[in-house]
């Protein structure tokens, strides 16, 4: 993470959000007496882009909220959420995941569904699935994740990753998380204390009272747990995965790597517009927060979303610096340097794992693409003005 809290947000100049609103936003111009011409985006895209996330809807998705807008519409029993982008006449459909996908990897809708354009996939799973499920990230509106691994420190004493595996507490996680590997990998969580049965709920946590290590978001869970979640109510402990040298772009864009070549001219348009919207939601994030937690009321699950602690997440999103630029001013970008490091790191834990579905050759350019990145829209901050 890189050090200090962002100041005030926006584009990089004037010309850049014309730019962007005129080739994205922008309805072109009909005859007199004709039809409304096709936007330049929906004549690059289509009528409807799909996106497949990994959860229910939080504000860590809160850019492509922000692109759909607050006036869509919700079909609850399947998670999906449509709206139109700007008046582009293209529907974007933000597809929830968890339960709502049995729990599978967004990596692995994109193969079972062709309706789905683009979707959530961290750098490490784009690594381990490169030789059976190759993918290509196109933008990262989340700079650094904001996964946990959270106690009762009433119950454990932890204060380094090191001392998980002194602990012998059980490690609940998600299936599929390829950081608990690193984690293992280090000897700083033993294998054997792995529990991938979680499921989202603080049952189980709760149940132990907190005499786990649970995983989690630095900008979710601590605060729901003190203030939403009535049966615990107090503060918990964690640690951020990405202070333990583990550093992957978490919830990139990505699609099959076919799909990003015939939809080369869609994403040019489509990525800046991500970007932005990145800029604006934090900026103003309260309408989009407010329209969150209407969303995931109407969704009725153990999932629980509240308009304060959405405002508390915006605001760790900045504080923790889990929204920023890059090394240069740009936000949304992939260094393929760090990239590079990650996929060096990871080669020697599949290999020992027997894995075969990573492509052991692999570089950083065939996972990640900075081609369709508009390089002046970012995150206004003491260097970048």
């Known amino acids: 993470m890189r050090k200090g809290r962002l100041g005030a947000i926006g584009l990089g100049t004037g010309l ?17 007496g004709s039809a409304k011409a096709t936007s330049p985006l929906q004549k690059a895209c289509g009528g409807k882009i799909v996106v497949q996330t990994d959860w229910f ?3 860590e998705h809160g850019a492509l909220y922000q692109l759909a807008g607050t006036n869509g519409t919700l079909d609850a029993k399947r998670g999906r959420y449509t709206g139109q982008i700007g008046k582009t006449g293209v529907q974007l459909e933000i597809r929830s995941g968890g339960p709502f996908t049995g729990f599978q990897q967004p990596i692995s809708q994109l193969y079972q569904d062709s309706s789905i354009t683009i979707g959530y996939v961290t750098t490490d799973e784009a690594v381990q699935l490169s030789k059976k499920l190759p993918t290509v990230a196109i933008v990262a509106p989340l700079e650094f994740s904001p996964q946990i691994l959270m106690w009762n420190p009433q119950k454990l004493s932890i204060s380094r990753f090191q001392d998980i595996a002194n602990s ?5 996680v998600f299936e599929g998380g390829v950081w608990v590997d690193y984690l293992v990998s280090r000897g ?3 294998k054997n204390q792995v529990d991938t049965s979680y499921d989202g709920s603080p049952t189980r946590f709760v149940a132990s009272d907190g005499a786990i290590v649970q995983q989690g978001f630095a900008t979710s869970e601590p605060y729901q747990y003190l203030h939403d979640i009535k049966q615990w109510g107090k503060p918990v402990k964690y640690l951020m995965i990405k202070n333990s040298g583990y550093v992957p772009y978490p919830q990139a864009l990505a699609a099959k790597p076919d799909v990003v ?5 869609c994403f040019k348009l489509l990525v800046p ?17 407010d329209k969150l937690v209407q969303i995931v009321d109407d969704m009725k699950t153990f999932w629980v979303l509240t ?12 504080k923790l610096g889990l929204v920023q630029n890059g090394p240069n001013c740009t936000l949304g970008d992939f260094n393929m340097k760090r990239t590079q490091q990650l996929i060096n790191l990871l080669k020697p834990i599949y290999t020992a794992k027997g894995l075969d579905t990573f492509d052991p050759n692999l570089k950083a350019a065939q996972i990640v693409t900075n081609e369709f990145i508009n390089p002046k829209i970012g995150l206004k901050s003491k260097r970048c003005t």
């Open 273 to 289: 517009l991500v970007q932005k919207a990145q800029v604006d939601f934090l900026a103003k994030p309260a309408a989009v927060n």
């Open 57 to 59: 809807p939080e504000p």
């Open 261 to 265: 070549k015939s939809k080369r001219a």
């Open 188 to 190: 700083w969580v033993n």
């Open 168 to 172: 012998g507490a059980k490690v609940l």
């Open 307 to 318: 308009k304060a602690g959405n405002a508390w997440n915006a605001d760790q999103q900045r």
């Open 16 to 32: 850049v959000l014309a730019a962007v609103l005129a080739v994205g936003f922008g309805i072109a111009q009909a005859a007199s």
